[in-house]
């Protein structure tokens, strides 16, 4: 199967230095067929250790919020990072360790073909919908580009860091369930 193959190549990439501090890959995780995609920065520490995205608090949080709408990475949707290894000490990716590694998100894309992508954070925003994205200022808005629909919320660490945000993002949580009713066929069966 063309993801699986997609995954192994991903697995073993060497493009960029970064494969030189990581432990794992991080290709994401959920269902190959899904509707929505959820796509945030790059993995951490934990997501290093076990190979999986959003793992650590930060996921933990998230997952609380796809629970709120019925959503999970078991049922209806797939999960990934802008870039699939960890930058040592959490570093922002470097512009060559993104350009080496978009392609990947490139193909799970057309792979997938979601309805709708979710960034999470400014910096999944700013390469996804546009440069110039003001995450705090444009979340929960929505963008139609090419047949999908685009939206960005807070960042779960951003919202450990800064609980009183928590509101907004739910908010956030509550217009991607009215999109997915909207312009989704299979998510909510
Ligand atoms: N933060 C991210 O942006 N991605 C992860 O996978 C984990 C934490």
Redesign the pocket.
Known sequence: MEFEALKESCLTCQKCGLCETRKNV?FGEGIPTAEVMFI?????Q??DEQGR????R??QLLDQYLQAIHLSREKNIFIT?IVKCRPPENRDPLPAEWDACIPYLREQFRIIRPKIIVC??R?AAQRLIRPDFSVMKEHGQWELKNGTWFTATL???ALLRNPRSKPLAFEDYISIRTKIEEVCTRTYL
């Open positions: 991080v945030g920065e790059g993995p951490g934990n997501e995205p959003f793992v650590g930060s996921g990072n999470l954070g910096i960042h779960p660490a």
